[in-house]
């Protein structure tokens, strides 16, 4: 808190440095006195060309706010369904701190800027979200830790500091059982011992649209802003990604799917600003086969039974997702996954089937 608040300081310094040296520029270029005094020149250019920066700022703030609170809000949703489901991941699941970082590069253009007033991110890289029930949870690992080393190893800073953390950091997680982590926080160094967490080990990520829909190419699953908004509950929302998780873990992306298109896709809809032209039609992203969606649906629902989440509202919110965006929607859930009342089909069935083996006590296997 005093590493921020330093920071905001030093912010409003500037602004006020800035504000005394316009103030003396427009007092030298008086060559002979005026009728009217310096000041009142200095409020007009103030008024008169800040506000256009600021609001381009204060748009840049409210979208990368936006973006960070629904990407929190994924991230804790996706925990239980990530790391209760690792042995169903199969070759997926890796051994995982449980944290993602980030620093003020890892914005371009105003951003950049954005990024340093609203979330106080400078050169160093600092913990963006942390996944629930992970072991970097567990250690108390808190979002805006600064990362300052890991077993020794010094953690990098500016440009390409993720890139090169991850190089760093991908050998140590893999070959111990726990980190040993220094970050900053409130001003001084804390040592953590961090737990490896083994977890599937598929990257979640907001798309800054509003369509409903969701995507994942083998490797990432993403849910546009219009489907949380849609789904609402965070109940919701676990179905929504374990039908995705499912979708990779099954490898329905490279099987049925060009993995590339949908990567396409995933990595403009995760940016700041979005070419939403890509979408126009069908996206380039064909309906998903019944077989294939329905087989989704059955590992999903024990996902999300295995994660906590209920399954009494599964039925309901699919069947309310085809009324209200058919398959006539272009860029839509239901013009991806087409076979609704097939799929409803199977959903109640393994509703059925998993409720009867949490009334027997036995294992969630499917």
Not at 309 to 332: C, E, I, K
Request: net charge positive; proline share 5%.
């Amino acid at each position: 808190m005093v590493q921020q608040t330093n920071k905001i300081n030093q912010y409003a310094s500037l602004s006020l440095l800035a504000a005394a040296s316009l103030l003396s520029a427009c007092s030298t270029f008086q060559s002979k006195p005026a009728p009217a005094p310096a000041e009142p020149v200095v409020a007009r250019v103030i008024n008169e060309e800040p506000p256009v920066v600021t609001a381009k700022m204060a748009a840049a703030r409210d979208s990368l706010s936006q973006m960070v609170a629904l990407q929190d809000r994924l991230y804790r949703i996706a925990g239980p369904l990530l790391i209760n489901n690792a042995d169903l991941c199969r070759t997926q699941a890796r051994n995982l701190l449980g944290f993602t970082a980030k620093n003020k590069y890892s914005y371009t253009g105003e951003f950049v800027d954005a990024a340093q007033a609203v979330l106080n991110y400078g050169d160093r890289l600092e913990v963006a979200s942390v996944l629930a029930g992970s072991g970097g949870a567990r250690a108390g690992l808190r979002k805006g830790d600064g990362l300052v080393a890991a077993e020794g190893k010094t953690l990098p800073t500016g440009q390409n500091a993720e890139t090169q953390a991850a190089g760093i950091l991908g050998p140590l997680v893999s070959g111990h059982q726990s980190l040993n982590l220094i970050v900053a926080r409130d001003g001084r160094n804390q040592a953590l011992n961090v737990p490896v967490t083994r977890a599937c080990a598929f990257k979640i990520d907001i798309g800054n649209s509003d369509n409903i829909n969701s995507y994942s190419d083998g490797q990432r699953v993403m849910i546009t802003r219009g489907m949380v908004n849609f789904a609402h509950s965070d109940e919701a929302i676990a179905y929504v990604l374990a039908k995705d998780i499912a979708h990779n873990v099954l490898g329905h992306a490279a099987t049925t799917r060009s993995a590339y298109t949908v990567g396409s896709i995933i990595d403009n809809l995760v940016s700041v600003r979005p070419d939403l032209t890509m979408l126009i039609g069908t996206a380039g992203v064909k309906p998903m086969p019944q077989e294939l969606d329905a087989a989704a649906d059955y590992l999903s629902l024990y996902m999300v039974a295995r994660a906590g989440y209920s399954l009494d509202h599964a039925h309901a919110f699919w069947q309310r997702m085809a009324g209200q965006y058919p398959a006539t929607v272009l860029n839509g859930y239901t013009a991806n996954h087409p076979a609704v009342n097939y799929r409803l089909s199977v959903i109640d069935k393994t509703i059925a089937e998993i409720k009867g083996k949490q009334a027997a006590k036995k294992p969630l296997v499917p």
